[in-house]
């Protein structure tokens, strides 16, 4: 590469790249945020000001035509995931995208082709196989320090008004058109590729998912069972609140 450092640019400046992602590429060796993208300018601008970031867009092809950028971070909801990530690779950049990679598993299958097609990379945001906790975890699985594994259960509870939505916008996490699904569409890719890391490759997986409250679009209720190589069997519940457990029953 004629130029070893990786230089940055971020599609989609909002929370998400507050804290965990937007100011940690500038503390990395050879890394640097060069530009952001947010089709708010006047968002775009403040967030470019906040954190020092020499230049801003309004316009996302504006910062992919940007000739020193040689990787792009995709922060956007999953609606945009795929022509973002598309347009990067075509220009020969490299792409770090956000989970849920795609909207379903049919522009997954049309990415990974864009992926075997062209000269970047792409990378999803499972950046949590690497941190001490999840290390620890998984040395503790490897040595056996904590027996033989047979069987993994995850509960995974959400309040119906959960602190990851921006006070005072919509969220686009029940918008199934947006997001492609719900809060376990969202949440869970990082529990089930921690699943991965741990135990291996699946060698069978069933589930279904379904909407028991009438008001809502998005399934609020996700059962699945997976079944490693190992014989290690993995159960996972999802519900909207755990309220829903425990309405009491109507009095007469």
């Not at 998400?16 to 952001?36: M, W």
């Not at 062209?118 to 040395?139: I, W």
Request: charge should be negative; hydrophobic fraction near 40%.
């Amino acid at each position: 590469m004629d130029n070893p450092k990786i230089v940055w640019g971020i599609i989609g400046c909002g929370d998400v790249t507050e804290k965990k992602s937007g100011p940690a590429f500038n503390r990395i060796n050879n890394s640097q945020l060069l530009a952001v993208m947010r089709r708010d300018a006047v968002k775009a601008a403040d967030y470019a000001t906040r954190h020092q970031v020499p230049l801003w867009y309004s316009d996302a092809d504006d910062l992919l035509d940007n000739i020193d950028l040689n990787a792009i971070y995709v922060a956007t909801p999953p609606s945009s995931h795929l022509a973002y990530a598309v347009s990067a690779l075509r220009r020969g950049k490299s792409v770090y995208v956000e989970k849920p990679v795609t909207l379903n598993a049919i522009e997954a299958e049309t990415l990974l082709q864009e992926v075997k097609e062209s000269d970047g990379k792409l990378v999803v945001a499972h950046y949590r196989r690497q941190l001490p906790l999840f290390l620890k975890v998984k040395e503790l699985v490897e040595s056996g320090e904590i027996g033989e594994l047979r069987t993994v259960q995850l509960r995974l509870w959400q309040s119906r008004t959960p602190d990851l939505v921006t006070k005072g916008a919509g969220d686009w996490r029940t918008d199934p058109a947006v997001s492609g699904g719900g809060y376990f569409f969202d949440l869970a890719p990082h529990q089930l590729d921690l699943m991965i890391y741990f135990f291996g490759m699946p060698v069978s997986y069933h589930g279904f998912s379904l909407i028991q409250d009438k008001e809502s679009a998005v399934a609020d209720q996700t059962t699945g069972t997976i079944l490693f190589e190992n014989q290690l069997v993995f159960i996972s519940l999802s519900l909207m609140e755990l309220g829903v457990l425990m309405l009491p029953k109507k009095t007469k």
